[in-house]
């Protein structure tokens, strides 16, 4: 058996990515049982990939697939010890993904990928692109990750995209795979290249409908969350979808997200951040003591500052102007400390308690106001 580092690690390493790198290793000539033999756990379902228990580091036998049905799991592979290297590498998504390395640091290029990597194209490696739609959202990522470099899609892997979304493949994706693909591009700075990419290739009807509207000249509307967390760069998309369309959106939030998959989390923050937004932008000119108030009810503030902390950065992204914000901010600080204590509230039960708690915030914050 012959073991190669392939794909993500020798890219990012050739385009001098900082490490550490996600390696990859596929494994030539051996099969399930000496790879089981040798104390490798297999994990893959639907073909042999297995981990090295010591390092955790997944090693794949080298196949070959056809396509036998729809969608990503619409394949019959063969994975049998005669495969090489240059067929399994032929199967990959784009040739700077088809790169090999052997244990001796010698470099395996049949599909020209250094020379892809080095004149900044995407490009498919064989005709069999066509046959996984999910390569469509690949491309996709792959663009936001490499925008910066200067990358560009080759034209006739533009071609074959074209071909792939116009043939209704797409449908067959389930929402689970299209969020992972959609979570990776979260991750990069350029995500909003990302969705631009999709809706470039008419692909967002199929893969997100609940997005369509936000088209791409909008997406310059989230480049101010480009170094923003996952969960606010999906908050920030939600949050220009909701100023294009008439009612809210954050009604409709739940029905979205069991279309769309996207963990709960991703969720609470973007309806946090839409409700706040409404509050802060309803408020016009000026902000009273108790849209503060509800703004800090809504982001839980007193128990959980922290929060409130990223609820207000997320807003200070967008607003060039970020007066509103420091007023807000400087209002909660003013207000922060005053809480339940026997001499203040003797003689008070349950919501008397809180209704006392309310006014003397709502006082304060008014107070900081004026």
């Known amino acids: 058996m012959q073991i190669y580092l392939v794909g993500g690690a020798i890219r990012d390493r050739l385009l001098e990515l900082p490490a550490p790198y996600e390696c990859d290793w ?5 099969s399930p049982e000496e790879m089981k033999s040798k104390g490798y756990i297999k994990v893959g379902k639907s073909f042999p990939v297995f981990i090295d228990p010591k390092t955790s580091e997944e090693y794949a036998l080298a196949r070959t697939e056809s396509k036998s049905g729809h969608g990503y799991h619409g394949f019959d592979f063969d994975a049998g010890p005669e495969i090489t290297l240059e067929e399994d590498l032929l199967r990959r998504d784009l040739t700077i993904n088809a790169i090999a390395e052997d244990d001796m640091g010698n470099i395996i290029d049949p599909y020209n990928g250094i020379a ?17 739609p999910l390569r469509v959202l690949r491309v996709a990522r792959f663009m936001s990750k490499l925008s910066s470099f200067g990358f ?15 043939s209704g493949e797409l449908d067959y994706l389930v929402p689970e795979r299209i969020w992972l693909e959609t979570e990776k591009a979260l991750r ?25 509207g936000v088209d791409h000249t909008l997406c ?15 908050a920030s998309i939600f949050c220009a979808l909701n100023n294009l369309k008439e009612g809210n959106i954050i009604e409709h939030l739940d029905e979205i997200q069991s279309r769309i998959k996207f963990p709960n989390t991703f969720k609470s923050f973007a ?10 932008h309803d408020s016009k000119d000026s902000i009273s003591a108790i849209d503060v108030y509800e703004i800090l009810e809504a982001t839980d503030a007193f128990r959980s500052p922290e929060y409130f902390s990223l609820i207000m950065e997320f807003h200070n992204l967008a607003d060039a102007d970020n007066r ?8 909660f600080d003013s207000c922060k400390d005053i809480g339940y204590d026997e001499e203040t509230f003797e003689g008070l039960e349950g919501d008397s308690i809180k209704k006392k708690i309310d006014g003397l915030r709502i006082e304060k914050i008014d107070s900081s106001l004026k």
């Open 152 to 166: 560009r899609i080759a034209d006739e892997t533009n071609e074959l995209i074209t071909e792939i979304v116009s």
């Open 26 to 30: 596929v494994v030539v000539g051996s």
């Open 116 to 132: 892809d990597i080095k004149n900044r194209v995407l490009r498919h490696v064989s005709g069999a692109f066509r046959d996984d």
């Open 188 to 212: 990069t700075d350029c995500f909003d290249v990302y969705f631009k990419t999709l809706f470039d290739f008419n692909a967002i009807a199929d893969i997100y409908p609940d997005l369509e």
């Open 324 to 331: 509103k914000i420091k007023i807000i901010i400087d209002a």
């Open 220 to 234: 310059s509307s989230l480049t101010p969350y480009r170094n923003a967390s996952p969960e606010m760069k999906m």
């Open 271 to 280: 309806k946090t951040a839409l409700k706040t937004s409404k509050i802060i």
